[in-house]
């Protein structure tokens, strides 16, 4: 630790320049010396004792025994109270895999990530504070499927907007737009899941009444998608459940379940790609 005393007996005007630490710990690392910490702290110039550094630079690298996991660990970190900073992270592990990790962010509100796993998977992204947008590309290694998927959203006021886009090794591609306005009273909510692995969309959604609504759809082997949903309505009591096998084009038969009270009644129903159908023989959509 670098300290400056000025007048050595009196405290207030010491000044503090650098400070480290380093331990040794038990056992031996597969370099044969033995496992370490050392952590350091920089400022940009010298700070009086309980005064916080507006800029400065934090470092940390640790050694683990021999028979860890993760061998290594290195993490810089630099701040700025008006240009923002940067994370820089890299764990070396015995299989000779990585992970490395870098972050930066500006004082404006902006961030970029870009982070590399141990399987070859990378990740980039950025986030901008100011409209609350995002954006998240992940790319998988040779042998994985799908290959990459582009995640994006944003928050505008009420509105909030989420994009998934799944490419796959046949250059196909599954996508999901997701757009969510949230009401005066702050009841409204929507929300979904997607897997780009198998494909599969889950959602949920509540409105202002109270009715609610459960979804998903699933990929099914031979190109089909099966749509299962229930939806509620607490004003008048009823419950509608559906099973709908869809096809490519949007057309889909199945049976929809009205519940109220003790009661309950099954329907056919059909339609086609323009959802004109039927709905026990009577036409809907027309």
Avoid at 84 to 92: E, F, K, N, Y
Avoid at 121 to 142: C, H, S, W, Y
Avoid at 203 to 215: H, K, M, N, R, Y
């Amino acid at each position: 630790m670098w300290i400056d005393v000025a007048v050595l007996d009196d405290d207030d005007d010491d000044l503090f320049g650098f400070a480290s630490r380093s331990v040794a710990l038990d056992g031996s690392t597969l370099a044969g010396g033995s496992p370490t910490v050392v952590e350091s702290y920089d400022p940009e110039g010298w700070i009086r004792q309980g005064e916080e550094p507006c800029s400065g630079a934090f470092s940390r690298n640790a050694t683990f025994t021999s028979d860890s996991d993760a061998q290594s660990i290195s993490h810089v970190v630099t701040h700025d109270c008006q240009t923002g900073g940067s994370s820089a992270l890299q764990i070396d592990f015995a299989d000779a895999t990585a992970y490395s990790q870098d972050i930066t962010w500006d004082g404006a509100g902006t961030a970029t990530l870009a982070a590399t796993h141990r399987d070859g998977t990378t990740v980039v992204g950025g986030f901008d504070e100011a409209g609350g947008a995002f954006t998240l590309t992940t790319n998988f290694p040779r042998g994985h499927d799908p290959v990459q998927v582009v995640q994006s959203g944003s928050i505008i006021g009420t509105t909030r907007s989420y994009n998934v886009v799944a490419t796959f090794v046949d250059q196909s591609t599954e996508s999901l737009d997701v757009t969510s306005e949230l009401l005066a009273d702050g009841t409204s909510s929507f929300a979904a899941v997607f897997d780009p692995t198998t494909g599969a969309l889950a959602g949920s959604a509540t409105g202002s009444d109270g009715g609610t609504i459960d979804f998903t759809i699933t990929p099914q082997p031979d190109g089909t998608r099966l749509f299962v949903f229930t939806a509620s309505d607490p004003v008048d009591e009823v419950t509608v459940a559906g099973i709908l096998v869809l096809q490519a084009d949007g057309s889909g038969c199945g049976t929809i379940t009205i519940r109220r009270g003790g009661s309950s009644l099954t329907l056919p129903v059909c339609f086609d790609a323009d959802g004109v159908g039927e709905i026990d023989g009577d036409p809907v959509g027309a």
